[in-house]
């Protein structure tokens, strides 16, 4: 069955520091994708990258990567240089490509200490 | 480009009552989504249709939980009666060919 977790509640980091959000997922599907959401204390959904399981290499986007460790079903997101804004939900979500259906993880509450 | 777009942004109601959430997806998303957000915790997809079909409504409660896409554009999300455990954010999303899914400002309902 698809399922995704994230099993940090929440963590502290200091500014400027990286910081290691985990994932792991299962899924019966040979073909899906792994995304990563913030959500800010607004509300909002803000895509942050992507990552399909034939991708050969790891995503990148800016100052996020995505760490695909496809044989331990893990997709941890990295946030290198972490800024006050950054503090937020994280959402770690999966996409079975067979369906087409998108589940969410729990989330991750960052807070990035000045 | 414009968004998803979703109305109301807030409802209070009373329990047993009913509500309906519209949502209109972006121009030729033929994919769109409805999640339940309860505070604190991760969406919680109900319901996915594709243009107007339904793929996929397995943690809807049909009891109470209806939703349409009657033109493969727009839907409706309802709920009759409301349960106080129903307050919660409804998120609409939509995707198009890419893999990216577009989300709603959602709507924040508050059953008292």
């Known amino acids: 069955a698809q399922k995704i977790t994230q099993t940090q509640p929440g963590m502290f980091v200091q500014e400027k520091e990286a910081v290691t959000l985990d994932c792991t997922y299962d899924?019966?599907?040979?073909?899906?994708?792994l995304f990563w959401y913030k959500q800010p204390s607004s509300g909002e959904m803000i895509f942050l990258i992507y990552?399909?399981?034939?991708?050969?290499q790891n995503a990148t986007e800016g100052r996020y990567s995505l760490n695909f460790q496809k044989a331990r079903k893990s997709a941890n997101l990295v946030i290198s240089a972490s800024q006050l804004g950054d503090s937020a939900m994280y959402f770690c979500?999966?996409?079975?490509?067979?369906?087409?259906?998108?589940?969410f993880g729990k989330g991750t509450r960052l807070h990035i200490l000045p | 480009e414009a968004g998803v777009a979703q109305s109301p942004r807030y409802k209070i109601i009373e329990k047993r009552q009913s509500v309906a959430f519209w949502c209109n997806p972006i121009?030729?998303?033929?994919?769109l989504y409805w999640y339940q957000q309860i505070l604190g915790q991760g969406p919680k997809l109900l319901i996915q249709?594709?243009?107007?079909?339904?793929?996929?409504d397995s943690q809807l409660p049909k009891d109470r939980f209806s939703a349409e896409r009657l033109k493969g554009v727009d839907s409706t999300l309802k709920i009759q009666p409301a349960k106080l455990e129903d307050s919660a954010v409804y998120l609409c999303?939509?995707?198009?060919?890419?893999?990216?899914?577009?989300f709603g400002s959602g709507t924040q309902l508050s059953v008292l």
């Open positions: 999303a939509s995707r198009g060919g890419n893999e990216k899914l577009f």
């Open positions: 899924t019966s599907d040979p073909s899906y994708g």
């Open positions: 990552q399909g399981s034939y991708d050969q």
């Open positions: 979500a999966m996409r079975e490509l067979g369906n087409d259906k998108i589940i």
């Open positions: 121009s030729g998303h033929a994919t």
């Open positions: 249709f594709q243009n107007n079909g339904v793929v996929d």
